[in-house]
């Protein structure tokens, strides 16, 4: 089945301690993304990767690392998570990502409190 | 700069009523995407449908339609006869050729809850 997962579904963690939430896809998309998504705030853009090795930020990538050694992982991580990073958050993929018409498909979600 | 306004934070309604979900898009490209997803109460966010800006072509597929008019920069849903599987938050997104890559601006969403 064509999917996108990512681990932890949920998570508990306390500030300061440094976690990753990995996003793995089996579509063999080029583009990958994370997003965070916040009440009243609807879902705003971390970082994206066009490809193997390319990465950029998104609109929010204050406090967030992401590496894409592999085609089909895009790990996203928090070296010193921090409360206002409790969120929910989203990794998606697309065929090609160097076409503003590829759909998107989401990974479930990780929901992540900081405390 | 683009952006994508849901005026409608949550509306409710009972079965079997259509309702419409507004979008209105901000962009000063004259080619882009507009998109809807849907967000159960589950969680995971499920793509509905995708809109070129040269398609201004209503689409229906089964209870869902959408109505796309450049005119007034609106991509709007409607769900007729709804029912309560219907009760989620929806959101319209929007993705511009110039950036040149698959990015997306998502409206705030809008959450509907059918009644039964």
């Known amino acids: 089945e064509a999917q996108v997962t990512q681990n932890p579904r949920y998570l508990i963690t306390v500030t300061g301690k440094k976690l990753t939430v990995t996003c793995s896809q089996n579509?063999?998309?080029?583009?990958m993304s994370w997003y965070r998504q916040d009440p009243g705030l609807g879902l705003r853009q971390i970082y994206y990767?066009?490809?193997?090795?390319?990465?950029d930020k998104g609109d929010v990538p204050e406090g967030y690392k992401v590496s894409r050694k592999e085609k089909r992982n895009f790990p996203l991580i928090l070296e010193s998570p921090s409360p206002n990073q409790t969120s929910l958050y989203f990794c998606?993929?697309?065929?090609?990502?160097?076409?503003?018409?590829?759909?998107?498909?989401f990974g479930p979600g990780t929901r992540l409190l900081v405390l | 700069a683009q952006k994508v306004t849901q005026a409608q934070t949550e509306i409710s309604v009972v079965e079997k009523e259509d309702v419409t979900l507004d979008c209105v898009y901000e962009?000063?490209?004259?080619?882009?995407?507009l998109f809807w997803y849907k967000q159960p109460p589950s969680g995971e966010l499920v793509f509905l449908i995708r809109?070129?800006?040269?398609?201004?072509q209503n689409e229906i597929s089964g209870r869902y339609s959408w109505n796309f008019q450049k005119s007034t920069s609106s991509f709007n849903f409607t769900i007729t006869a709804s029912q309560v599987v219907d009760s989620a938050v929806y959101f319209c997104?929007?993705?511009?050729?110039?950036?040149?890559?698959?990015?997306?601006?998502f409206g705030k969403g809008t959450m509907l809850l059918v009644s039964p």
């Open positions: 579509m063999n998309h080029e583009y």
């Open positions: 997104a929007l993705s511009e050729a110039w950036s040149g890559y698959s990015t997306l601006t």
């Open positions: 962009t000063r490209d004259t080619t882009y995407y």
């Open positions: 990767s066009m490809n193997v090795e390319v990465t």
């Open positions: 998606a993929s697309s065929l090609m990502g160097a076409v503003a018409q590829e759909t998107q498909y």
């Open positions: 809109r070129n800006s040269f398609d201004e």
